[in-house]
């Protein structure tokens, strides 16, 4: 889905090449500082990098729409943001932005259901914890149905066992839906649990890959 | 109609005793701020005393030229006012939208309302151009100054939630839609709300004028409400200018924000 080819971005990134696979699962693990998140920025295209070449399905990224190529490849950052608005606003804000149909009410509590998340569509989204808002932005980019999804951290903010249940719906609905999920993670178990492949980001500037199937899906 | 009282030197002097209490009141409560009084009086009488001359020369010697450079000169020092105005660094390419913004804003609603509304032959009579320009350039420059701070200061707040918008697909104006109301809200507001107050809490600058030169009131009320709508006009053309155009200079041409100011 996505290659790199000798990328880099500031003192930051400094890829040779990297491959990541389409309608698989690729976890992003590593130490803080080791440019996890600037690597799924760059495939979101939220920064360009400064030397190197990033293909998206085999044509060079900086040719593609931005826009478009964001509303294919959907990222989720860090710290989960919350729009103004109801549960359901902020559910819906993806689907405006990127200028796809609405969803209906079922199709909103089914997403809610697969996150795991227990609130009514009129609940007020402001005052949801941490994790809530968490599987709130998770269930936002499920319900974009997009091609790529790019989460950083997603279940940062779960317990064990909640993470579990989350990711493990989830994940089995991208693959069922046979599309490519990305993750960045710092739990081990998740990696474990759930790649396919899984990219080893190390030293800041320098990014040292490593590539092992762990299952299939 | 009378005449207006010349105010002689002995009669100008004594209006300064106000300053003159003022500077005692401070100097006995210790407050600092004497400098900064006696420095402003002095930059304010030098100022006007000086615009007093140039603007009895240019009513005198009446030519197209001068006007010309009068709105170049007051344009220059709108945009400097604006830009200093404005709490953070502002990089070049907001810089160029407020100068384009403020210069066809401004310019096409002082030429509406010369032309069309006081029907002024020829349009550059000083005696009317100049007052009127300046008034609506100065209420635009407060405005885009407001305009400039709140829309910096909001992509600076809302970073988080810009990106976020960006990364589910937005265009960089769906990203910004709520930060670019909020400008122009913060912008026109103060303009809006000035009409509320007046003729009830204070009477304006211009008709206070020219009710002591000895017009009737009722046409210093006419031009009032004429120049009050004209500085409306005025006001929001040049910050939905500035909006429309500004939000762009945060995103580069891959649509990824960038923060606006000097690199």
């Given at each position: 889905?996505?290659?790199?080819?000798?990328?880099?971005?500031?003192?930051?990134?400094?890829?040779?090449e990297l491959h990541i696979p389409a309608q698989k699962t690729t976890c992003i693990v590593g130490e803080s500082g080791g440019g996890k998140s600037t690597l799924i920025r760059l495939l979101n295209q939220l920064i360009s990098c400064d030397k190197g070449e990033i293909f998206y399905k085999n044509q060079p990224i900086h040719t593609l729409d931005p826009i478009q190529l964001r509303r294919e490849v959907v990222m989720i950052p860090q710290a989960p943001v919350i729009f103004d608005g109801t549960v359901k606003d902020n559910l819906l804000i993806g689907l405006t932005f990127s200028g796809k149909p609405l969803a209906g009410e079922n199709e909103l509590t089914d997403v809610l259901t697969t996150v795991c998340l227990e609130k009514e569509l009129a609940e007020p989204a402001g005052p949801l914890s941490g994790g809530e808002q968490q599987r709130l932005s998770l269930a936002r980019a499920l319900l974009m149905n997009p091609e790529v999804y790019i989460f950083d951290e997603p279940t940062s903010a779960l317990d064990e066992e909640t993470e579990k249940k989350v990711m493990d719906n989830v994940v089995g609905e991208v693959k069922r839906k046979r599309k490519t999920l990305i993750i960045v993670t710092h739990s081990k178990k998740v990696a474990q649990t759930y790649?396919?492949?899984?990219?080893?980001?190390?030293n800041g500037s320098a990014a040292t890959v490593k590539k092992g199937v762990k299952k299939n899906g | 109609m009378d005449e207006a009282i010349e105010l002689g030197l002995w009669q100008m002097a004594a209006a300064y005793i106000f300053i003159v209490i003022l500077y005692i009141i401070l100097k006995a409560k210790g407050i600092p701020r004497d400098k900064e009084l006696v420095i402003s009086t002095f930059r304010m009488t030098v100022q006007l005393v000086l615009v007093g001359y140039i603007l009895a020369y240019l009513i005198e010697n009446n030519h197209v030229m001068w006007i010309i450079l009068v709105i170049i000169i007051m344009q220059f020092f709108a945009v400097q006012n604006i830009v200093k105005r404005v709490k953070y660094p502002i990089h070049?390419?907001?810089?160029?939208?407020?100068?384009?913004?403020?210069?066809?804003?401004?310019?096409?609603?002082?030429?509406?309302?010369?032309?069309?509304?006081?029907?002024?032959?020829?349009?550059?009579?000083?005696?009317?151009?100049?007052?009127?320009?300046?008034?609506?350039?100065?209420?635009?420059?407060?405005?885009?100054?407001?305009?400039?701070?709140?829309?910096?200061?909001?992509?600076?707040?809302?970073?988080?939630?810009?990106?976020?918008?960006?990364?589910?697909?937005?265009?960089?104006?769906?990203?910004?839609?709520?930060?670019?109301?909020?400008?122009?809200?913060?912008?026109?507001?103060?303009?809006?709300?000035?009409?509320?107050?007046?003729?009830?809490?204070?009477?304006?600058?211009?008709?206070?004028g020219q009710i002591l030169a000895g017009l009737s009131p009722i046409t210093a009320i006419q031009y009032q409400v004429a120049i009050m709508l004209g500085i409306v006009g005025c006001v929001s053309l040049t910050v939905v200018m500035f909006v429309h155009f500004g939000y762009q200079a945060f995103f580069t041409e891959r649509a990824q924000l960038c923060s606006g100011q000097k690199e």
């Open positions: 889905m996505f290659i790199l080819k000798n990328v880099q971005y500031k003192a930051i990134i400094a890829v040779d790649a396919d492949v899984v990219i080893e980001m190390k | 070049a390419r907001l810089k160029r939208i407020i100068v384009i913004s403020m210069v066809t804003g401004t310019l096409s609603s002082i030429f509406y309302f010369i032309i069309v509304v006081v029907q002024v032959t020829p349009w550059y009579e000083a005696r009317y151009f100049i007052p009127i320009a300046g008034m609506m350039i100065g209420n635009s420059m407060t405005g885009v100054a407001l305009g400039v701070q709140r829309l910096v200061a909001g992509v600076q707040e809302q970073k988080a939630q810009i990106e976020a918008a960006l990364m589910l697909g937005a265009t960089p104006k769906m990203a910004v839609k709520n930060i670019v109301n909020q400008a122009f809200d913060a912008a026109i507001l103060p303009t809006i709300n000035s009409m509320v107050g007046m003729g009830i809490v204070f009477l304006p600058g211009m008709m206070t």
